[in-house]
Each structure stands twice: as structure tokens, then as C-alpha cells.
T-cell receptor, first 115, second 112 residues
């Protein structure tokens, strides 16, 4: 079974631009969660989508948004990019809603650099 | 590879030794905990989890211990191998809503 895939793997943008990242979960998985990883803040939870609905949300500004399609693929959008948005963006999928007893499988991440 | 932290605590061990990685969590209401392993250039990988109604849980070569009194979690790796070299971090969560909080991580270096 193919793992979680993320595209693109690397991206360079300038301040003020917007960016869309894509995540394809493992086949049959219905939950997709997004995370931001930086050297300064470590790994932080952004949000989780399940059955095309956002179910949980971390403490990030509204510039960070996402959506999930009927095939469970998910996209994450960051508008009005700031230098501090430079990070590794990870997505993870699980068969059911993330939480106790539900193993998440992570993709390799998209490395975003904002100049 | 990807850097997950510039100033991570580092644990250096010899191959075959047992390793113990510690994590202090912050929320006394957290009742679900996960350990992840992240190798350079890869996403995190689930290792083992534990709920707050347990003090200990064992997996293959790994054991997680939970001390709720002092809000401390540890991961023990038996017979550490070079392939165990990675960054390890814990996550805490309150069951019922998935909004995990992650620790900063510990870099484990295993010398052959």
C-alpha cells in the first residue's frame, strides 16, 4: 500500500504570496491532519480534516486554511506569506478520526521557504 | 536531511546499550501520549502510545513509562541499534478532541 504523499516537496515563495500544499493519504484513510515543524517552535498541530470537514484546529491564524475532497485528498493554503511561515509542513493520515488508539502515518513533508 | 531543532538535547549511546529518553508534559488534563521517531529527511513515525489509565506499555524493544504524579513520560529502547539514531519526541493530548502538543525532541545517536 502506498504511503502518504505530499507535493511539492520543496517550494520557494516571497512574502505576501500565497501557497497551496497537497496531501494524498493512504488509500482508505479518511482523516488527514496537518502540522508545521520549525527549529524554533518544533512540531505544531494545524488542523485535522475528516469526511471533508475540519474537525480540530490548532492555534494558528486564519491565514492558514485547508480543505478535504471526497477522495480524502487534502490541501492546505497559506495566504499572505510571512518570513516566519518558512517551515516543514507535514501531513498525516489515519483510517478514522485522529486520537487515542489511532495511529497516524506521516508523509515526508513539504519544505517551504519564504523570502 | 531535515533539521527538527537546532538545540535539541542529545543522547549518545553505544550499540547494544539500553536507551532512556525522557519527556516532561505540561497539561495535567492530558490523558493520551504518543512517542514518535523522526529520521533525517523523513516525517515522524509512530512508535508507541499510552493512555493515562496505564503506567507502562511495552512494544517491540520499546517500553513507555508514564508518571502522572510528576507529569513525566519516558521511552526505553532495549539493545539500541544504529538504525535507532533519530530524533524522538513525545506528544500529549486530551482524549475527546485531537489537538496534540509536542515536545521539542531528543536526538539519539547510536555509535556502532
Amino acid at each position: 500500500k502506498a504511503g502518504v504523499t505530499q507535493t511539492p516537496r520543496y517550494l520557494i515563495k516571497t512574502r505576501g504570496q500565497q501557497v497551496t500544499l497537497s496531501c494524498s493519504p493512504i488509500s482508505g484513510h479518511r482523516s488527514v491532519s496537518w502540522y508545521q515543524q520549525t527549529p524554533g517552535q518544533g512540531l505544531q498541530f494545524l488542523f485535522e480534516y475528516f469526511s471533508e470537514t475540519q474537525r480540530n484546529k490548532g492555534n494558528f491564524p486564519g491565514r492558514f486554511s485547508g480543505r478535504q475532497f471526497s477522495n480524502s485528498r487534502s490541501e492546505m493554503n497559506v495566504s499572505t506569506l510571512e518570513l516566519g511561515d518558512s517551515a516543514l509542513y507535514l501531513c498525516a493520515s489515519s483510517p478514522r478520526l485522529a486520537g487515542a488508539g489511532e495511529t497516524q502515518y506521516f508523509g515526508p513533508g513539504t519544505r517551504l521557504l519564504v523570502l | 536531511g531535515e533539521s527538527v531543532g537546532l538545540h535539541l538535547p542529545t543522547l549518545s549511546v553505544q550499540e547494544g546499550d539500553n536507551s532512556i529518553i525522557n519527556c516532561a508534559y505540561s497539561n495535567s488534563a492530558s490523558d493520551y501520549f504518543i512517542w514518535y521517531k523522526q529520521e533525517s529527511g523523513k516525517g515522524p513515525q509512530f512508535i508507541i502510545d499510552i493512555r493515562s489509565n496505564m503506567d507502562k506499555r511495552q512494544g517491540q524493544r520499546v517500553t513507555v513509562l508514564l508518571n502522572k504524579t510528576v507529569k513525566h513520560l519516558s521511552l526505553q529502547i532495549a539493545a539500541t541499534q544504529p538504525g535507532d539514531s533519530a530524533v524522538y519526541f513525545c506528544a500529549e493530548n486530551i482524549v475527546g478532541s485531537y489537538i496534540p502538543t509536542f515536545g521539542r525532541g531528543t536526538s539519539l545517536i547510536v555509535h556502532p
